[in-house]
């Protein structure tokens, strides 16, 4: 399988601190895969260095096999997405609005929007059930509902390539199972390659392939899932014991604290 993300020896200091120390990870094309760890471990810098959005102090990043570096953030913006944890300050757009922006990439100062961008756009809130929103103010919906727009503003960039944090972070369980679906059907059904910073291991267990955990900075774990319930992984990682048991059907574990 081809690779979509290489990350080498990648390094990134704040006022001397050592936020990651030489992480290298590799992200094959159409691959589901959750980055895991406790607070403060960097999972959120690497995925913004990843994204180009935060500059690394040392080792490099390849995006199909070419150096980040040597991509303008508009074309890089065609080949990957990125979606931020929760939302900051909302400005009064409609839905549709909000999600066509999504486009930026594929549009100037001297194009109109095409019925090309009005398809994928309509396609990706089709696939994120948000078309119902169309024309409601975005501060107006619900924390998961807003999730939803700007997952299929991300996914109207028409990008390969999906990097969240922590998609449903502050969401109840009904709306993280809508999150989790959308997510694992854009991987499955549109060959999207999917990166996802998570602090819920039973999702990431059960939707990735491949699970990264990441601790002080460092890599500590890259395997595939099942196999993070081996070895006391997780209680190396977190520092603190975990149990399992099988679900009801007693095909997926379901973690639990001691």
Same mark, same amino acid.
């Given at each position: ?6 990350? #080498? ?52 990043? &390849? ?8 991509? =303008? !953030?508009? #074309? ?8 931020? !944890? ?28 095409? $019925? ?23 501060? @107006? ?15 109207? !960039?028409? $990008? ?7 998609? @449903? ?15 694992? =059907? ?6 999207? @390659? ?12 059960? =939707? ?6 990441? /601790? ?21 990682? &977190? ?7 099988? $679900? ?9 604290? /001691?």
């Amino acid at each position: 399988m081809e690779t979509a993300i290489d990350v #080498k020896n990648i390094a990134y200091d704040i006022n001397g601190k050592n936020i990651l120390r030489n992480v290298s990870l590799t992200v094959r094309k159409g691959e589901y895969v959750s980055i895991v760890g406790p607070n403060g471990a960097g999972k959120t810098t690497l995925l913004k260095v990843m994204a180009k959005i935060l500059p690394k102090n040392s080792g490099n990043v &390849f995006v199909n096999a070419l150096p980040l570096g040597s991509y =303008s !953030q508009k #074309k890089l913006a065609k080949i990957l997405s990125y979606v931020p !944890q929760g939302a900051g300050a909302m400005f009064p757009f409609t839905v549709l609005e909000f999600v066509m922006m999504g486009r930026y990439p594929h549009l100037s100062s001297f194009t109109r929007i095409s $019925s090309e961008d009005k398809m994928a756009v309509e396609s990706a809130m089709a696939i994120t059930e948000t078309t119902q929103f169309s024309e409601n103010l975005i501060n @107006t919906l619900s924390g998961g509902e807003r999730q939803k727009v700007f997952i299929a503003a991300a996914l109207a !960039q028409g $990008s390969s390539m999906m990097l969240l944090d922590e998609p @449903t972070t502050f969401l109840d369980p009904k709306r993280q199972s809508e999150i989790n679906a959308i997510l694992k =059907s854009i991987n499955r059904q549109s060959n999207v @390659t999917i990166v996802s910073v998570t602090h819920d291991i039973n999702h990431a267990i059960v =939707s990735s392939e491949r699970i990264i955990a990441l /601790k002080n900075g460092e890599v500590v774990f890259n395997g595939a899932s099942a196999e993070l319930l081996e070895d006391n992984n997780l209680e190396l990682i &977190f520092d603190i014991p975990f149990h399992y048991a099988l $679900s009801a059907d007693r095909n997926q574990p379901v973690l639990f604290l /001691k």
